[in-house]
């Protein structure tokens, strides 16, 4: 048997540091991808230790794993989380999207020790082309919301990259702070939906602040977004991901703007394909 599951990037507009709180989230998922080939096996287990380990704590069979990533580690593209469900969805085979998704990060928790929520999973398996995924974390109801042709992204790498295992994820200020980060992202993300380019660049530096509040940016990175914010043809920018590091999104006027930096559109999501050798 030879199965084989691929899994996208994702951007995440807004929605940061909400999906372990029941908030809201928007992100894409973008066509940068992780495949997982896992090849049954008589008694042997072949990989990568990580890999194996994950794959165990799944409930693997006898396999040989291997694994091919477009995915940058540790900069907020959800590397992590594409491995976890490549894993997931290779074990199983056809399962329910939600039950998948809660299965990558159970795995992520136990082996990773990474304390995620399930914006990354989510993402992934509910994307749809040309859309962003309207989470709401409360109830994991999803939506899907068509991006506007005028909502044009770029990432640019802080060249700080972490491991958020490592790092206090969810930030370290007290309750109230986190409240009012919540409640506000939340309204951002509401107030995103048919919003122009020009007020979503605003809610994404506001976004950024309120990420500083929280205690999960870096000086470095804050340098990286005031510099970005202030480029001509830069409608916003903000870290994206975990904090730390990683990459900032970037919401540009046109192409030209950024030069270096491709433009990022919204990708189909998850793959899985049962092969016949």
């Known amino acids: 048997m030879h199965r084989r599951a691929t899994l996208p990037a994702r951007i995440n507009i ?7 709180a029941g908030g809201l989230a928007l992100p894409f998922a973008i066509d940068l991808r992780l495949t997982l080939d896992a090849y049954s096996q008589e008694e042997s287990y072949d990989g990568d230790s990580k890999i194996l380990e994950l ?3 799944a409930g693997g069979w006898p396999a040989r794993l291997s694994v091919e990533s477009e995915i940058p580690i540790g900069v907020g593209m959800s590397s992590s989380a594409a491995l976890c ?3 997931v969805l290779c074990v ?3 399962m329910n999207l939600q039950e998948a998704c809660l299965e990558a990060q159970r795995i992520e928790h136990e082996v990773l020790k990474t304390p995620c929520g399930l914006l990354d999973q989510m993402a992934m398996m509910y994307a749809k082309e040309k859309c962003a995924t309207l989470i709401d974390f409360s109830d994991h109801s999803v939506q899907s919301v068509v991006l506007p042709s005028e909502w044009m992204f770029k990432l640019v790498d802080s060249g ?3 491991n958020l295992s490592e790092v206090s994820y969810q ?5 109230t702070t986190r409240k009012v980060h919540l409640e506000s992202e939340n309204q951002r993300v509401l107030s995103a939906l048919g919003a122009s380019a020009s007020s979503l660049g605003k809610l994404l530096n506001a976004s950024h602040a309120s990420l500083q509040s929280l205690g999960v940016s870096l000086s470095e990175i804050d340098e990286r977004v005031t510099i970005l914010q202030n ?5 916003g920018a903000r870290m994206m991901g975990g904090g730390y590091g990683g990459m900032i999104l970037v919401l540009v006027e046109h192409s030209e703007v950024l030069p270096n930096h491709p433009l990022f559109q919204p990708s189909q999501g998850s793959f899985f394909e049962e092969l016949l050798e």
Not at 14 to 20: C, F, K, N, S, V
Not at 171 to 175: A, F, K, N, Q, T
Not at 231 to 235: D, I, L, R, Y
Request: hydrophobic letters at 35%.
């Open 14 to 20: 807004l929605g940061e540091h909400t999906d372990y």
């Open 55 to 57: 794959w165990r704590a």
């Open 85 to 87: 469900l490549a894993v």
């Open 92 to 94: 199983n085979g056809p």
């Open 160 to 162: 700080i990259h972490r």
């Open 171 to 175: 930030g370290s200020v007290d309750d």
């Open 231 to 235: 480029t001509p043809g830069v409608f």
